[in-house]
């Protein structure tokens, strides 16, 4: 199952930030780098060595609290099996979707990565939409990343290379006021048995390859 999601974010800033004013480039790079520290080696044990953070109700232990979901997408019994983080995930049949609760924007690029299980579906994979917002939680703009393939068991996401996110044409005063994104999952096509667990967010680590 091919999935690590990756997107950069905030390429562009850097150039943007010295064309305004010192005064203000101080409070744009506050605004941006509005991420807690810390964060664990969650996938570790698959070669991945950086520090991730749980996203907010990532693991879905508090119900669908801070998700908006649609199309028979609900919170069920049973969780991934590598490691203890509680004893729900959630279902994703054909036909619905699954919006996350806000995650923040690091000041170089933020990576995804999740836990998912698509066992004997004979889905499309399940499609990856990010969602940007400003200051006000105003709606910036969207942008689809990634397809994970779906039909096997619990696994954690794998290394998708993509680029975009701040790097799609907005304005540049939307580039500069955009503090945070919203999360989409997707199953495309007919007989999606799909499970996703635990979202995690790395919103720090300038990566290569």
Not at 30 to 55: E, H, I, M
Not at 105 to 116: A, D, K, N, V
Not at 194 to 208: E, G, M, T
């Amino acid at each position: 199952m091919a999935a690590r999601l990756r997107f950069l974010v905030l390429a562009v800033l850097a150039c943007a930030a010295c064309s305004v004013p010192a005064a203000n480039a101080g409070l744009i790079g506050g605004l941006l780098s509005n991420c807690p520290s810390g964060g664990s080696q969650v996938f570790a044990p698959w070669g991945d060595s950086y520090y991730y953070l749980p996203a907010q109700n990532g693991g879905f232990e508090s119900g669908s609290w801070g998700w908006s979901l649609s199309g028979g997408a609900t919170v069920v019994s049973g969780n991934q099996p590598f490691f203890s983080s509680g004893t729900r995930s959630l279902s994703l049949p054909s036909g619905s979707s699954a919006m996350s609760p806000t995650v923040c924007l690091g000041t170089q690029q933020l990576y995804i990565r999740l836990f998912g299980k698509d066992l004997n579906g004979t889905d499309g994979g399940l499609r990856v939409r990010v969602y940007f917002y400003g200051l006000l939680n105003n709606l910036l703009g969207s942008q689809d990343f990634a397809v994970f393939p779906g039909g096997g068991g619990w696994a954690p996401t794998g290394l998708v290379k993509s680029s975009g996110g701040l790097l799609t044409p907005l304005p540049i005063v939307s580039l500069l006021s955009s503090t945070s994104a919203r999360i989409q999952i997707t199953p495309l096509g007919s007989g999606s048995r799909w499970q996703v667990d635990d979202l995690y967010i790395d919103p720090y680590i300038s990566r290569v390859g």
